[in-house]
């Protein structure tokens, strides 16, 4: 995050390192199966259930990934945050279309995430303040900037709903920008707010 020039480059570089670790899985998931030892161990029909269970789930995942469905909890009706709508997604601004939604917040609004998913970046970056990126998995992310507080840290697997930081406390200039972007693309996060 240090060497990105922008917050393009960012989500650019974390989609390429996505991409790379999902073919890496998916060569390591097709490669025949190593050949079975001469050793013999005795194996219950609960581990055997237990290990083809675990088998499935990881091939369940990456196959499908949890996306922005039902079954990853990101479905409409959570509003990240407390506050008044300022900018819709594609409203017209000084440097053009908006590419997000921004938010003016109560001061200490708590930020929940708004899908399930893991932390690819929690931290300060350069003038959007304090920032979290949410991978929703299938390439969809939650950019949410502007927080004064975080909850959560790089790494950090989080359910929807749960908190992630706090609004500043200095009155009613508190504002919370949030970007949904699959891929490379920002696309309209209305639908899953």
């Known amino acids: 995050m240090q060497r990105a020039s922008s917050l393009q480059d960012a989500v650019d570089r974390l989609e390429a390192l996505q991409t790379a670790a999902e073919t890496r899985l998916h060569q390591a998931l097709s490669a025949p199966p ?3 030892r001469t050793t013999h161990t005795l194996t219950s029909p609960a581990d055997t259930q237990a290990t083809t269970s675990q088998q499935d ?17 990101a479905t409409p009706g959570l509003k990240p945050v407390a506050g008044t709508l300022l900018s819709a997604w594609g409203a017209s601004t000084e440097s053009g279309p908006a590419t997000g939604m921004t938010y003016r917040t109560p001061p200490g609004a ?4 708004p899908c399930t998913g893991g932390v690819d970046f929690a931290g300060v970056f350069r003038t959007y303040g304090r920032m ?4 929703c998995g299938r390439h969809y ?7 004064s507080e975080l909850s959560v840290d790089t790494g950090q697997d ?7 930081g706090h609004m500043g406390n200095a009155g009613s200039s508190a504002r919370l920008f949030i970007q949904l972007r699959h891929g490379q693309q920002s696309i309209n996060p209305a639908p899953f707010l």
Do not use: C, D, M
């Not at 979290?132 to 991978?135: A, E, T």
């Open 57 to 73: 789930t990881v091939q369940a995942n990456t196959a499908e990934g949890p996306g922005l469905n039902e079954q990853s909890g």
């Open 132 to 135: 979290v990126i949410l991978n």
């Open 110 to 113: 708590s930020v929940r995430a």
């Open 34 to 36: 190593p050949r079975p």
């Open 158 to 164: 989080l359910t929807k709903g749960a908190p992630i």
């Open 141 to 147: 992310r939650f950019i949410l900037a502007g927080l």
